[in-house]
C-alpha cells in the first residue's frame, strides 16, 4: 500500500501530451489539425503551461486587434472627423473593445504538446458562435440608429455617428468569418441631411447652479448640431436644473451623494418636454463624488438629447 501510494502521489498530472519524436504538424501549421471553414486557429509556446496558452489565445486575438483611432478616421467623413474631440473616439474605441472581448471569451485551447521543456498550445475559435455574437451586437446598434435617424433631429447626429462607427468596424470584423452586414441606410445621405442644416438657430441655455463641464459638453452639443446659444432672451430656451443632495452614511471619512440632472425644452414660455437622470456615488467629498459621475452625466446628455426635440 505505501508503494501504491509512494507510486500516485510522485506521479505528474499532465494536461498535455509529452512523447518522443518530432513536434506535431500544428505547432508549425495550425490548420493542420483546425478546419479551416469551422474555426480560426493559432498557436502559442512558452516553458510553462499557463503562459502557453495565454499566448496561443493573444496571437489568436491579433486577428481581430483594433487600432480603432485611426481606422475611425478613415471610415467617417473627413471634415466630420476632424472636428471630433478625442472624447468622440474614446467611447467609440471603449464599446468596440468590449464587443470584441466578448468576442474572445468563445476561445478554447483544443491541443497541447512539451517537448525539451517547451510547451505547445492550440487555442480555437468557433467561425459559427463568433459571426452569431457579432451579427447580434450589430442588429442592436441598427436598432438604435435607424430609431435615430427616423427622429432626423440636429441634436441626434453625434449618437448617430457613433454607433455608424462602431456598427462599421464590428462588421470588418464579421467579414473574418465570410460574412457581412450593410447598413440600409446610406452613410451619405445621413451627411448630406447633416450638411443642410445651413441656418443656425438661436436657443437660449438657462443653466442654474450647475458644474462647468454641463455647461461646455452643451455649448458643444448645441453648436455642433446648428444651434446659436445667446445670452439673450429667445423663443427656444434649454433649461438646466441640477441638484446634490447629502444622502446618511455613517462611514468615516466618506460621503453619499445623489445627484439630479433635469433638462427641458421651452418654447415660447412653454415646457414641450423634459429628460432627467440621477445618480448616487460616495466620495471622499462633495467634490470627488462630482467628478466621479460626470462620465454619467455626459454620456446621458449625448444619448438622449435628441429626446428633448429641439428642431
Sequence with gaps: MLLVVACSTNKEHKDYNELPGDLPKWVFAPYEECSEVEEICANGEASESQTAETQAKANLASIFETRIKSELFEVSNTNVSNQRPDSFYTDVTVSINQSVDQLLELVQIKKKFKKDGIVYALASMDKKQASELLEK??????????????????????????????????????????????????????????????????????????????????????????????????????????????????????????????????????????????????????????LKVKEFFINHISENLSNLRLD
Design 137 to 290: 451586437r450589430i442588429h442592436k446598434l441598427d436598432i438604435k440608429f435607424l430609431n435615430l435617424w427616423r427622429k432626423k433631429q440636429r441634436t441626434s447626429f453625434n449618437q448617430m455617428n457613433k454607433l455608424y462607427l462602431e456598427r462599421e468596424k464590428l462588421n470588418e470584423r464579421l467579414i473574418i468569418f465570410n460574412r457581412s452586414l450593410p447598413l440600409s441606410v446610406k452613410w451619405e445621405d445621413v451627411l448630406e441631411w447633416k450638411n443642410n442644416f445651413t441656418e443656425t438657430e438661436p436657443i437660449q441655455l438657462r443653466i442654474g447652479v450647475a458644474p462647468d463641464w454641463i455647461h461646455t459638453n452643451l455649448v458643444q452639443q448645441l453648436t455642433e448640431a446648428g444651434f446659436e446659444v445667446v445670452q439673450s432672451s429667445a423663443d427656444k430656451i434649454l433649461k438646466v436644473d441640477f441638484s446634490a443632495i447629502k444622502e446618511f452614511m455613517n462611514v468615516n471619512g466618506f460621503e453619499k451623494y445623489t445627484f439630479t440632472l433635469v433638462l427641458s425644452h421651452i418654447h415660447n414660455g412653454r415646457q414641450l418636454s423634459s429628460i432627467t437622470a440621477a445618480e448616487s456615488v460616495v466620495g471622499k467629498s462633495q467634490a470627488d463624488s462630482l
